[in-house]
Every structure is written in structure tokens, then in C-alpha cells.
């Protein structure tokens, strides 16, 4: 078994052609087929279904692709141990971040690193914060951005910054007419949330009236199209203080402060426990700094370096 072999079934997992994957791999396909063969006469297993198209992973076959990934993770962990300052902070990085906070970082996080850091190749992707978490386990991507905290034994959290909500108030609302909503005026009142995103409540806490709309949650990510499904609607929307930056000025014009017990969220940085990449984290964290005001930053992100 070699670990050439494990690039080359990840490789059909992920493409699920083995024309594909072998492109990608930079082999004929002739070689990977044979290489991924033998090993499956090592193992004695069916890692793939070739009479399927696209290729098709047997159960057995999803487990051991599933450890090759984590065995290539810590190979690759082992290499750049002996590589150089300079040489660290180049290649792939992948990086998941929920939708809520997607549209503020994203655009700036790649303007960061293309600029300071072109040998990297950002690899940015929304995703749920399960399958952010999911994919941290499984080596897949190398850290992710959500909200804290994880609470999970084999995930390390760094908090990046804080940030408070405000509502949004639909056309022509008659809560439009105060300066600031009181949270618990929202229990009484039709609000519209993420289902993997903002939520203030449960469902229970909400008057019978408005239980069922609070039900019908938007399952996308896009704050934006919050504002429009309130609109179209009534009722109000929750928005993140990073978002305001972003509206225009009929939309600023509709926010208000939300009063009484505060509504804030931590944002955090995740990553596998045995991470090692320690300038590739600091580069992450200082592009979410280029992206947020000062005054919103966690204390741990404060100093110039940080140590894993």
C-alpha cells in the first residue's frame, strides 16, 4: 500500500470517472486502474463498482477512502514540518465558512491572499455548520468559519470577532415607527430566520400565532434574500452588524437596535486539533481582520502573531 494509491481513490471519489481522476492526477488511466486494483487485492475488498457510470463507492469502499483522506492529511502535516518559513505559506487552502457570514468575508479573503500571498490557492466554500465540522474531521477542508462555540473534543476554536443583530423591519411595518424593537416584541410578531443560521428563539417560545411561519425558514444563505422574503411577506428579518455594510441606504434606513436581553454571536475560527499550519492560520486570521472594524475583534486576535 502506498500513499500514492490513496491519492488515486480519492481522486475516483471525488470525480467518480476514472478518465477524470486520472487526468487529474497527472497519470494515464491505464495506471491508475491498475495501481487502485492492486490495491484492493491487498486489501481483499471492492472499493469501487465499475459497472456503474459514474463510478459508484461500495460501503467498505467509503470507509477506507474516508481514512486515506486522514492518512494524506497527516502525511502532508509531516512534510511541511520540514519545509521552510517561506515554502509554508504556499499551495492549496481550504476553507469552509457559513452563509451568514460568506457575503462579508469571502470577497476581501481572497483580495488578501491574492495580494500578500499569491503562492496560496484559496479555496473557499459555503457550507452548513455540521458539514463544516463534518468535513474538519474527515481532512477535507482545512479550517472553517462559523459561529461559537463547536464544542467538540477534536476541533480547536479560535474566537475572530463579535457582532450584535439588528432587525429589519418590512415596507411600511407599523414597528417601522420605533427607534428600537424590543426583543421581546419579537415573540408576537412574524419572523423570518434561517433554519442553519439566525435563530433567536424556539419554536415554543413564539405566541401560537406566529409558530408556523417561524417553521417556514429560508434554507439558503443569502441575508439579502431575507430582506426580500420580508418584504414580499411582512414581518421582520434578523441581520448580523457585519451586514450593514453591505445594504443600501432604503435597507439601513428599515434596521433597528434590538433592546433588552442582548443578541450577539462569536464568530470562530475551527480546526482539526492536530493542526500544525501555523502561518497558514495566521494569514486566515488576518484576512478576517482586513475584513472587519477593529472594534469588533475577540481578544485572541489581537496580537500580530499567533501561536497554534
Not at 490557492?121 to 463544516?132: D, F, G, P, V, W
Not at 480547536?156 to 423591519?169: D, K, M, S, T, W
Not at 414597528?175 to 424556539?202: C, N, T
Request: glycine fraction near 4%; proline fraction near 4%.
Amino acid at each position: 500500500m502506498t500513499l500514492q494509491q490513496l491519492e488515486y481513490i480519492v481522486a475516483v471519489d471525488e470525480y467518480r470517472y476514472f478518465v477524470k481522476a486520472a487526468e487529474a492526477c497527472g497519470v494515464t488511466q491505464s495506471t491508475l486502474s491498475l495501481m487502485i486494483k492492486k490495491l484492493e487485492d491487498e486489501l481483499d475488498i471492492n472499493i469501487f463498482r465499475r459497472d456503474t457510470h459514474p463510478v459508484e463507492v461500495t460501503e467498505t469502499g467509503q470507509k477506507v477512502i474516508e481514512e486515506a483522506k486522514l492518512v494524506l492529511y497527516h502525511s502532508k502535516q509531516l512534510a511541511e514540518l520540514t519545509q521552510s518559513e517561506k515554502s509554508l505559506a504556499s499551495g492549496p487552502l481550504k476553507v469552509g465558512m457559513i452563509s451568514t457570514v460568506a457575503p462579508v468575508l469571502m470577497p476581501k479573503t481572497f483580495t488578501y491572499v491574492n495580494t500578500f500571498h499569491p503562492d496560496i490557492k484559496l479555496q473557499a466554500q459555503e457550507m452548513r455548520s455540521a458539514t463544516i465540522i463534518d468535513r474538519l474531521k474527515k481532512a477535507e477542508i482545512d479550517m472553517g468559519i462559523l459561529t461559537a462555540p463547536v464544542d467538540d473534543k477534536e476541533i480547536l476554536e479560535l474566537p475572530l470577532y463579535h457582532e450584535r443583530f439588528f432587525a429589519y423591519i418590512a415596507n411600511d411595518d407599523i414597528l417601522a415607527q420605533h427607534e428600537a424593537i424590543e426583543r421581546s416584541h419579537l415573540v408576537d410578531y412574524p419572523l423570518w430566520v434561517m433554519k442553519d443560521g439566525i435563530r433567536l428563539f424556539e419554536k415554543n417560545d413564539l405566541s401560537q400565532k406566529y409558530r408556523d411561519t417561524y417553521e417556514e425558514m429560508y434554507e439558503g444563505g443569502r441575508v439579502g434574500i431575507l430582506i426580500q422574503i420580508a418584504n414580499e411577506n411582512g414581518g421582520i428579518t434578523i441581520l448580523p452588524e457585519t451586514h450593514i455594510g453591505l445594504l443600501d441606504n432604503t435597507a439601513k434606513q428599515r434596521l433597528r437596535p434590538i433592546t433588552g436581553q442582548a443578541i450577539s454571536r462569536v464568530i470562530c475560527l475551527a480546526m482539526r486539533k492536530d493542526y500544525i499550519h501555523e502561518k497558514m492560520m495566521n494569514i486566515v486570521v488576518k484576512a478576517v481582520k482586513s475584513c472587519i472594524s477593529p472594534e469588533l475583534y475577540e481578544p485572541s486576535i489581537k496580537g500580530e502573531y499567533l501561536k497554534l
